[in-house]
């Protein structure tokens, strides 16, 4: 597939499982406390001691997919938030700052991504002209959404990722993610559809559901995997003479 | 007594042809022929030119109508509760004063057009879904502390240092294109531009029930296109929010631009990150709403206090203070005091003391008012004191042409005793703070 960057392998390019290692902890504790996620305000990051300062990534997040899908819940469980019991619709955007560390697997270099991860309501977004585009504005990657319970959102995702495949977009990471996967008593995709779509579309896809666990267990595999394909891509960018290099490395306040 | 509570539903309604639009609240739904028939007895009033505004059933329940722009019928149905003889007055003004909040809910979100003028039932029925977040904040009153939805005035907090935050949030607001900007810790108002004070008063307590919906989801920022239903209600704006610290965040209303994304990269840091500290100290002043430098008499449970001219409420609930003291009587829970309280305002307001007029006060709302201008017009005076004394405590509460004071204190505090340490707690807070 010409029209998308190409994939890092998983694991290839980030220490997959970093957070079990004992090594990790001290990166891990900056993100953490009492043992629940902390929730960092525009003012605030994780400060590391002078003697191991690292350097901070910030990346542009548009999670987009049908009403009800669950960007929000999905939002909300990748920050540590609490993930509404009930559905409401979103009637605007929401931006939900995560840091997250990961190690480099070939320089052993540590850095804290800083995932911005913009939600915006499906219904809001036709309603209203503005939203899309200001989503879409400067945005790194792309998350498409689909309920595992929800035919319909599964089947729209090859409309959704064709809209990001023109030129000037094509170089975005992109990331399925299949909401809701523990309702499996109400699955309406089967393993063979997601293959299929697999075969196709050659996308990292990510499954996530059920209760909310306390550890990082839960959220590491997505924002690994979004790590990964984030710094993979810059590198190209990096590498490529056309494309110019964006510097963004966020001054720790 | 005035002291009862019950779940309250609310129905809503096409006016015409009394097609169901979504009703909120109470786990067990009325049943479809009943919501007929409460549309039904209404239309049939309409028919013989008779406006029906309000009942009451002989269980205690009550149910109020109210029809917006001739387009859409709010009905709200609430329990008995164990309510008895005089509990209807209060209720009802309650009721009243919930679907006109509950209307501009649907006015904030969805624009007047598409209420008014309504093309498709069915598209209708699905936009509003979009309000049912804040409506069911609006049903449930869970959150402690917030008496904005019943007073219409701003609940706030008054930080040590209002001078530095409040030139903040002016440089900020103007930095982002924007007249109306304002600072919210706790999710109460403790600064805002000047523009934005001149908003109508329900606007300011339903933007900032809509900051605090958005602050409780723990995002960091928000844009947010709302309608404004008194100062603009068909051109939408944008309110942008930042979460500064947990707890603490900064909202603007602008037009199309700053962009959220530019408007955080560019302007949050710069014109905040100099003040981490101040809001820090906004934080550590919490649920007390006062610097710790303002000295409360030791026998006040809870109070709330309005200033009439500035439409802005500080209210506070101090129960836990009672613990230590080993004569006090049965200790009331904090979530008991705020009722209390709310319950005593709603008393004092529709027997005695006048709620100021709201900008938009329609006719229904002054016919409602009638209760208490009947009782006022039967004296050549205004009441500026009222008590009421009740098992689980003492109420007090005061007016002046500024202020209007309400207070809780113990039953083992005196009834002669009341009216000092009302007056003294007044003095205390408007002389230290100048509120």
Known sequence: ?253 | MMLQDGSTQLLCLTATSGVPLFTRGASRQLPFSIIGSLNGVHMFGGGQEVVLSSCETEGGGKVVWRVFHDSVMLIAVSGSGHGGAGSGKEKEAHLQRLLENVWNCMVLVLGEEELVNIRNVERLKRDLRSCFNLIDQLLEEKQEGILGNLTHCADSLLPPNPSLVQAAVDGFTQAADSEFGCLLVHGRMVSATEKWWRLAPQEIVLLAALMRTLSASGSSSCDYPVFLPHGSPTVAHRLLRFQLLPGADVCVLCGPTPSLQRAQSGLVVRFWAPLAETLRECLTVGGRCLPASVSLHPDVLAFLLINRETRRSISCVLCSHTTTKPSAAPVLSNGRCWELLKLFYNFSITRYFSQEETLCASQDESAQRNTTEEFVRGFTHQPLQCYLVTEECKSYGLQTAQHQLFLLVPPSVPTFALRTVATQTLTDIVTATGF
């Open chain 1, 1 to 253: 597939m010409a029209a998308f960057p190409s994939l890092a392998a998983p694991g290839s390019v980030v220490v997959s499982d970093w957070h079990r290692c004992k090594e990790s902890k001290e990166f891990f504790s900056k993100i953490l406390q009492k043992m629940r996620r902390k929730n960092f305000g525009l003012l605030e990051s994780p400060v590391m001691p002078p003697h191991a300062a690292v350097d901070t990534v910030d990346y542009k997040v548009f999670l987009t997919g049908k009403s009800g899908v669950g960007k929000t819940s999905l939002a909300a469980r990748l920050a540590g938030l609490s993930v509404p019991k009930v559905h409401y619709e979103t009637t605007g955007i929401e931006v939900s700052v995560i840091y997250w560390p990961v190690k480099l697997r070939d320089s052993g270099r540590v850095l804290f991504f800083r995932l911005q991860l913009w939600d915006c309501g499906d219904n809001a977004s036709r309603r209203f002209d503005h939203l899309l585009p200001s989503c879409k504005e400067q945005v790194d990657a792309v998350l498409f959404l689909f309920s595992f319970t929800d035919r319909t959102s599964f089947d729209d995702l090859s409309n959704q990722i064709t809209k990001w495949t023109e030129p000037s977009v094509c170089h975005i990471v992109k990331v399925v993610v299949g909401t809701k996967y523990d309702l499996f008593m109400h699955c309406d995709v089967t393993e063979r559809d997601v293959q299929d779509f697999q075969e196709t579309w050659r996308l990292p896809l990510l499954r996530v559901g059920g209760e909310v666990s306390e550890g990082l267990g839960d959220v590491a595999p997505v924002l690994n995997c979004l790590a990964e394909q984030l710094w993979h891509q810059d590198c190209i960018a990096a590498g490529s003479t056309c494309r110019q290099t964006r510097e963004k490395t966020v001054t720790l306040i």
